[in-house]
């Protein structure tokens, strides 16, 4: 094992406590960035001309929330160069001071009544800053934790991670829903949608506290010792060194965003009017999803410890294929069973908290953060951006086309891990250092 390794196989008080600051400040910034896929609908009328029809509107909505997956390369690209270069903590501790600021605006922001066509692009100019913000963070906070840990503890450290960054998905959903519940339609309209802009703001600042009590990963601070951090463009040694990680990166990226951005974040709005659900309903069985796939994250990396990345990732593409068949047949014939069948659903999402350990296991520490984020955050801007456009679309013609979608990628994720077991396994790289 290289000595920048941790080598006990045990967690100890330290690795405890960076997990728990370092996934409690990307929930918060995660919290952030996806809120505005709750309001969705509320934006659409409040930002665009009001003559404009019903099914545009939530397209012109979701496409605006898309902007931000479309900005993510550019700020995780930069950050990943200094973050190889000068270390993880830096840029872990900017990336959420960039969240706040955004997120504080769009809760500020006049209205299209207000300023007119100004609006929509002030507003898409804060949600490309999100965007670039969330670039680093994500590749940033599975790189840090990793190599924070013993070897054999990376799944359960990148599946907590992970869970604390969907844990900011269940901080919005919650949100959301008490707003909603809280207030009229009429006064979420007029000024109740502004407030959970409001708190993710000051959530985006306390954050910035947090991370301030991190130290830097004990990985760098070796190979800053031993004056191995490179010399050259970090990226440029991806691309000329370590291609085909980044090609199964992308693929395993394009796997994520399908669960993530289909069952999670656009599911509350996509089974309202197809199925009779009200707002309010699909908020609150979001919430208990979102809650599931906490925990589920978590299992799949401790399952990902014991029996190996590859195994219990296409073990889980088979699970997340069928949860969300269930759910989206089951509602069409019994929607009673909403929340049981989001739950199940929910759960079966967890399976995205091993990517982040098949991703940092892809690239040597000297270039890791700039291989994942550049492999990430490409494939999030192309899946991520286009899903909800796609997604949306399809479903005018097909109400399951949502399920149909994610258990294509689920096909490809299960491809895509049996190709990397054929070759040079991901599993078989006993160590993050």
């Known amino acids: 094992m290289n000595a920048a390794a941790p080598s006990s196989q045990h967690l100890t008080r330290r690795d405890l406590r960076t997990l728990a600051l370092a996934s409690l400040g990307g929930a918060l ?15 659409g009328q409040l930002f665009f001309p009001p003559d404009t029809p019903d099914w545009l509107r939530q397209l012109q909505a979701f496409g605006l929330f898309a902007a931000g997956y479309l900005a993510r390369p550019l700020g995780g690209i930069v950050m990943a160069h200094f973050g190889d270069r000068s270390g993880r903590k830096r840029m872990f501790t900017l990336s959420v001071f960039l969240m706040a600021i955004p997120t504080l605006l769009i809760g500020l922001l006049p209205t299209y009544a207000s300023i007119g066509y100004a609006a929509p692009l002030t507003l898409l100019l804060l949600r ?51 707003v909603n519940r809280i207030y009229e339609p009429s006064d979420v309209l007029a000024f109740a949608w502004r407030i959970p802009f409001l708190v993710g703001g000051m959530f985006g600042f306390l954050a910035v506290f947090l991370r301030r009590l991190l130290v830097e990963a004990p990985v760098f601070e070796s190979m800053r010792r031993r004056r191995e ?65 906490s925990i589920g994250c978590i299992a799949f990396g401790t399952l ?32 009673q069973y909403l929340f049981a069948l989001y739950a199940a659903a929910g759960f079966a999402v967890g399976v995205v908290g091993i990517v982040p350990t098949l991703l940092v296991r892809a690239f040597p520490p000297s270039v890791r953060f700039s291989g994942i984020s550049f492999a990430y955050n490409i494939a999030y801007a192309l899946f991520g951006g286009l899903t909800p456009l ?44």
């Open 390 to 433: 796609l997604v949306t679309l399809a479903m005018k013609k097909d109400s399951f086309a949502p399920a149909h979608y994610v258990a294509a990628l689920c096909v490809v994720g299960i491809a895509v891990v049996v190709g990397v077991r054929r070759g040079t396994t991901m599993d078989a790289v006993s160590t993050v250092a």
């Open 229 to 293: 951090l490179v010399r050259e463009l970090p990226l440029k040694i991806v691309l000329r060194g370590h291609r085909r990680a980044v090609v199964v990166s992308m693929l395993l990226t394009w796997v994520l965003t399908a669960a993530v951005v289909v069952v999670i974040l656009m599911t509350p709005t996509l089974i309202q009017k197809p199925f009779g659900i009200t707002p309010t309903r699909a908020l609150a069985a979001n919430s208990v999803a979102t809650f599931c796939l």
């Open 304 to 335: 990902a410890d014991r029996i190996g990345a590859a195994r219990t990732f296409a073990f889980g593409c088979v699970t997340l294929l069928a949860a969300t068949y269930a759910l989206y047949l089951g509602l069409a014939r019994a929607p």
């Open 29 to 43: 910034e995660f919290y952030d960035f996806i809120i505005f896929v709750f309001f969705t609908a509320v934006i």
């Open 128 to 178: 490309i800053l999100q965007g670039a913000a969330v670039g680093g963070e994500v590749p940033g906070a599975w790189t840090f934790a990793a190599e924070h840990v013993p070897a054999r503890r990376v799944g359960f450290a990148c599946g907590t991670l992970t869970a604390g960054l969907t844990t900011g998905i269940l901080f919005g959903s919650l949100l959301a829903t008490a």
